[in-house]
């Protein structure tokens, strides 16, 4: 008010602040045209995550023992040998015909590589980063040890309990848009396999936090040793797999690679079967689709991709596309394929006939492409 009565020039004054919320209004939509903003919120919390990790010295925890540790169970010598055995489960008994030398499959060994290097230190620093920041300011929920429990019955409890938090922050992948730009990469394999488990965007795994609260709560009465860690990812990758196998009266409890292949269809509700390792929390949610003989070798894939993928262009420009998939999560609302790879997989329609004669050793697929890039989650 004092502005109006001192100013004389109170009519140019009085307008300013409309004139400057205009300005920031079509600043923000500058911005917001050229990248998705709540995508970078994930960026925040991850580097608020590393400074408090960082400054606190992960905990006390031993930084490079906790890389050794989460890389052997990754891509350690045990995983490694499982891996090749379902690779080659998945040849004799596959769901869908594919070459071993698919463009999904070459585009996925890109990211296995990229876990095994860079994903698995950064999984590292946001674990104890959690950890520090949960003890420290949560310090109650760490349970003090307990005499009478087993030791087993608390590693199985921490095991379904992780499980648990893993299907609820998957729910949350699904149901919540911003996340949703992140898990949809997950979601963009149209040649399933074993190594599609380690196609994820390496910020996604802020949202997996979570699954460490039951080992912080019960850490003092038992930890989940590595083994167990290494069956569990072994069970994650198996259901990934390109084979067409169901575990029978066992599906009530396990997921099996054609109970997830449901979760990865590309047409249909895809926010169902999110269990990772039990099928349990599915079915009291309501969300178990169990496979039939129509679900074994379903399609899967993003409708519309609204996601550049290996597929869709006469090349299949890997390393662009790499890129262009992690750069996914940013790219703004409403936006039309402005990657290469996008504007190849729109004027190679016509080439279908063409390439698909060439499908037998590669897997060019020019399925319509919309330019929705709205990336709803799908339900
Ligand atoms: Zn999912
Ligand atoms: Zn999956």
Redesign the pocket.
Known sequence: MSSVITAPNSSTDSAAPPQSRVRATSQRRSVSSRIYLPALSIVAVAVVLLAIGLSSRWGGTSFAASITNLRVVIVGPVTVAILVLFLVIERLRPAQRRSFFARGYRQDVLYTLLNATLVVPLVVALSLSFAEVATKTLPWIVLPRIGFLPRWFVIAFIFVAMDACNWTAHLANHRVRMLWRFHEL?HSQEDMSVL??FRTHPLIHVSYLITLIPGIILVANGAVTTTLLVVYAAVVAF??SNTNLSFGPLNRIFCSPNY?RI??RVEGRQDVNLGFALTIWDQLSGRAVFPTKETIRIDTGLPGRPLAVEQSAPRARHFSVLVAQLLGPFRPLDAPPETETDRLAVLSFDNEVRDRTRAGFDTFDSRPMTLNNRGTPRG
Request: aromatic residues 0%.
């Open positions: 997950h599609t488990v259901e990934h997830h979760h990865h």
